[in-house]
């Protein structure tokens, strides 16, 4: 059973950054397809950006240009580097894996932007 475990959250000033990690066990994460997404209190799950097998991108346009996706398949990783964040930005952050539909889902890690 895949596993994924988020780190890296906290609580950061506007124009600050943070650098988000999701662990994979029990799976090699180069198998997969490997998103994030956020969840802000009151608020619907929201796609962030996505890292596919041969590491192509898409970001959210609300974090085009901010946040970069990587990989590392030798540690089975994945990360999220965000620059540049605001208020809005605070949410609970989810790492996922899978193919045509994500299928395994961290716990998400908390990240919270003062203004």
């Known amino acids: 059973q895949v596993q994924l475990v988020e780190s890296g959250g906290g609580l950061v000033q506007t124009g600050g950054s943070l650098r988000l990690s999701c662990a994979v066990s029990?799976?090699?994460?180069?198998?997969?397809?490997m998103g994030w997404f956020r969840q802000a209190l009151g608020k619907g799950r929201e796609f962030v950006g996505s890292?596919?097998?041969?590491?192509?991108?898409t970001y959210a346009n609300s974090v085009k240009g901010r946040f970069t996706i990587s990989r590392d398949n030798a540690k089975n990783m994945v990360y999220l580097q965000m620059n540049s964040l605001v208020p809005e930005d605070t949410a609970v952050y989810y790492c996922?894996?899978?193919?045509?539909?994500?299928?395994?889902w961290g716990q998400g890690t908390q990240v919270t932007v003062s203004s």
């Open positions: 996922a894996a899978g193919g045509v539909r994500y299928d395994y």
């Open positions: 890292i596919t097998r041969g590491s192509s991108t």
């Open positions: 029990g799976g090699a994460a180069s198998s997969y397809t």
